[in-house]
């Protein structure tokens, strides 16, 4: 599985297709092939190409609906589109970086304008006080802020430069840029929606 793994991380097709073909041959049980292809997905692929995960989902799918021989054929085609497609660890490690954050402070509290005031007491004591509904808003955001206040500002996912986090790196500079000039009173995202 680690030559498997290692040769879809290294976009090497054929090298993919054999110890894919060299696992089954041997006997292994191909839904656990089927499993690290999922999982491959999500860590080594992320969002360059978000379709991965779906790819391997449905070749799962096909796997255990087809048995064997013919299901296989749905776990080569997961493999050639896994060591195909571009290539991010980016959710995966900013991932791990807030599982940190989290073990080293597990009871950070939520900020009292994002809490629910379930009850009259709730609301009395300030919970859901100055919540901005973004929704109310012309682009549908607002400039408030929604980590714990020890973590304020804090960036965790950063996106690469290969396949869909390119566009996903645009959205997030629009959408950053937009609260800077929500801030800055400048932006059409703080007017009421007409």
Same mark, same amino acid.
């Given at each position: ?23 089954? #041959? ?5 839904? @656990?092939? %089927?499993?690290?292809? +999922? !999982?491959?997905?999500? $860590? ?40 195909? #497609? ?5 959710? @995966?490690? %900013?991932?791990?970086? +807030? !599982?940190?954050?989290? $073990? ?91």
């Amino acid at each position: 599985i680690s030559a498997l793994h290692k040769s879809l991380r290294n976009s090497d097709v054929d090298a993919s297709l054999y110890w894919l073909a060299r696992m089954l #041959a041997s006997g292994e049980d191909p839904l @656990y092939v %089927a499993r690290r292809l +999922v !999982r491959f997905a999500s $860590e080594d692929v992320g969002l360059a190409d978000p379709q991965a995960l779906a790819v391997t989902l449905h070749a799962k799918e096909a796997y255990d609906f087809l048995g064997s021989p013919e299901g296989e054929l749905a776990l080569a085609e997961a493999v050639v589109y896994l060591a195909s #497609a571009p290539k991010s660890n980016r959710v @995966y490690a %900013a991932f791990g970086a +807030v !599982r940190k954050d989290v $073990e080293r402070s597990p009871h950070e509290p939520v900020p009292l304008h994002i809490r629910n005031p379930v009850t009259p007491l709730m609301k009395e004591i300030g919970y859901g006080r100055e919540y901005q509904y973004a929704h109310d808003h012309a682009a549908s955001t607002t400039d408030m802020e929604t980590l714990p206040e020890r973590l304020k500002g804090r960036k965790y996912y950063e996106p690469g430069a290969l396949g869909f986090e390119k566009e996903i790196r645009k959205r997030i500079d629009w959408w950053e840029g937009l609260k800077a000039r929500i801030r800055e009173g400048k932006g059409s995202g703080a007017d009421k929606k007409d």
